[in-house]
Each structure stands twice: as structure tokens, then as C-alpha cells.
């Protein structure tokens, strides 16, 4: 079984008559990815199905809003990723990643700590014709890294540490989020906010899809 199959297997085991399809980005049409269809099952999920979505999140089967503007952001301003090693915090699908390396960074790295989430970040990056290297451990990754990505990591409280974190490990970060009604961090400054979209389009509310870009000072 291909390394797609596995990823097909386990989209449909979690959610049944669910599919990867390829999708061109709405907000960033230079990356095409494999996410869930955009026909997905929405009537009532069962309880059963419902509950394996809470066991196994399909956060690698959509392109999340933040990361479609990140994404977009950095196709923009290659001067923010060319020649440098970057390093994509909580990868998903591998949309920030692979806008990297579209934009001419040396090195990828893509850290994810979800399997499944590193192994499509692996096949996307293959649709768009680039490499990048899988990290499931930031902690034992070594050598320098000159810039930090992490497209909406925020939605959990628990990783708001890495906020801290990063500036440590790394020369800049820059952090897309739209989770966080307030980001006041002395570290950060907002450079860019726009409007954007999960893929599939999940129908959040508009309070989620007002895209903040922070880039470290
Ligand atoms: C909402 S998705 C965003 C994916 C992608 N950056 C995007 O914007 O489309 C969040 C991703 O971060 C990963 N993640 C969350 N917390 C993490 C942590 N502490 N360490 C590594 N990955 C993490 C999740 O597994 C998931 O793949």
C-alpha cells in the first residue's frame, strides 16, 4: 500500500465516504494539495463517528486558514525564507512548508508531533514538486535554524509556550494565527492580517477567519 493509500485508509476509517481529493488553494493557487473533499459528509455524523474524530484528529486532512494567508505571505516575500533553513512548527498538511521551499529556502524542516501529519506533508510536498525534511521531535533537531514558522498552533492553550520557545531556538518567527482574540506578546509585532478560508471550508465564524501574521523582533 502507498504512503497515499495509508493516508486515503485512515481519512475513511475516521470519517466513512470521506476521500482525498487534490485541491488548488483558493488564497494561494501556486500550491495544490491533497485535503479531505470538499463534498465531505456533513449530515449528522454518527456518535461513533463523531467520537473517532475526537480520538484522531484530521487536523493534516485540511489547510487551515492561518496557513493558507502564512503560505500566501511567504510566496509574496521570498526575502523572508530564501537561503534560510526553516523550520515549520506543527506542519499539518504541509502548506507553510511547502510555500517555503517554493520560495527558496535552503532547508524545510517540517515538525509535526502527529504521524499522519508528517506523512501527508511528505506526499504534498511531492504534488508540488519539492522536498522537505519530517521532525517529529523540535527538542532533537539539531543545528541552527534561521526561521521559525507556525500557522495556527494557538488554537490549544497548552502550546502557548512555544511562544517563548521559539525566539530561543531560532534568528525570527513568524506565527499566523486567528484563534487568539488578543495576542499582546512583547516578542511579536503584527505585520499583516487578512481574511481567508479553512480548506474545505468548514463554515467558521468570521471571528476565525480574520488571519493575523507576528513576526518576532
Ligand atoms: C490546525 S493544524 C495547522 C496545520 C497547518 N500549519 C495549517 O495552518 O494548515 C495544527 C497542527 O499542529 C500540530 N501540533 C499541535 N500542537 C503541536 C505540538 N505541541 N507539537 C507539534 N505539533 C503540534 C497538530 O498535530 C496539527 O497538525
Known amino acids: 500500500m502507498t504512503a497515499l493509500q495509508n493516508?486515503?485508509?485512515?481519512?475513511?476509517?475516521?470519517?466513512?465516504?470521506?476521500?482525498?481529493?487534490?485541491?488548488?488553494?483558493?488564497?494561494?493557487?501556486?500550491i495544490?494539495?491533497?485535503?479531505?473533499?470538499?463534498?465531505?459528509?456533513?449530515?449528522?455524523?454518527?456518535?461513533?463517528?463523531?467520537?473517532?474524530?475526537?480520538?484522531?484528529?484530521?487536523?493534516?486532512a485540511f489547510c487551515w486558514a492561518s496557513g493558507q494567508v502564512l503560505a500566501a505571505h511567504l510566496l509574496r516575500h521570498p526575502e523572508r525564507v530564501a537561503d534560510r533553513r526553516v523550520l515549520d512548527f506543527g506542519c499539518g498538511s504541509g502548506?507553510?512548508?511547502?510555500?517555503?521551499?517554493?520560495?527558496?529556502?535552503?532547508?524545510v524542516i517540517a515538525c509535526d508531533n502527529d504521524a499522519f501529519a508528517l506523512a501527508m506533508t511528505e506526499r504534498n510536498a511531492a504534488l508540488n514538486g519539492v522536498q522537505v525534511q519530517l521532525?517529529?521531535?523540535?527538542?532533537?533537531?539539531?543545528?541552527?535554524?534561521?526561521?521559525?514558522?507556525?500557522?495556527?498552533?494557538?488554537?490549544?492553550?497548552?502550546?502557548?509556550?512555544?511562544?517563548?520557545?521559539?525566539?530561543?531556538?531560532?534568528?525570527?518567527?513568524?506565527?499566523?494565527?486567528?484563534?487568539?482574540k488578543s495576542f499582546d506578546h512583547p516578542a511579536y509585532s503584527e505585520i499583516a492580517r487578512q481574511v481567508s478560508v479553512t480548506v474545505p471550508d468548514l463554515d467558521e465564524s468570521s471571528e476565525f477567519r480574520e488571519v493575523r501574521v507576528y513576526l518576532s523582533h
Open 32 to 60: 495544490c494539495l491533497h485535503l479531505l473533499n470538499a463534498d465531505y459528509p456533513q449530515e449528522a455524523l454518527a456518535a461513533s463517528t463523531v467520537q473517532r474524530v475526537m480520538d484522531n484528529p484530521l487536523y493534516w
Open 95 to 107: 502548506v507553510v512548508s511547502i510555500a517555503a521551499a517554493l520560495a527558496g529556502a535552503r532547508e
Open 135 to 180: 521532525a517529529p521531535d523540535f527538542d532533537a533537531l539539531a543545528g541552527p535554524v534561521e526561521l521559525i514558522t507556525a500557522a495556527d498552533v494557538l488554537y490549544d492553550r497548552e502550546n502557548l509556550p512555544w511562544l517563548e520557545r521559539f525566539p530561543r531556538r531560532a534568528d525570527a518567527v513568524l506565527v499566523a494565527d486567528s484563534r487568539l
Open 7 to 30: 493516508l486515503q485508509r485512515q481519512l475513511a476509517y475516521i470519517i466513512p465516504g470521506a476521500r482525498l481529493e487534490e485541491t488548488v488553494l483558493p488564497g494561494c493557487p501556486e
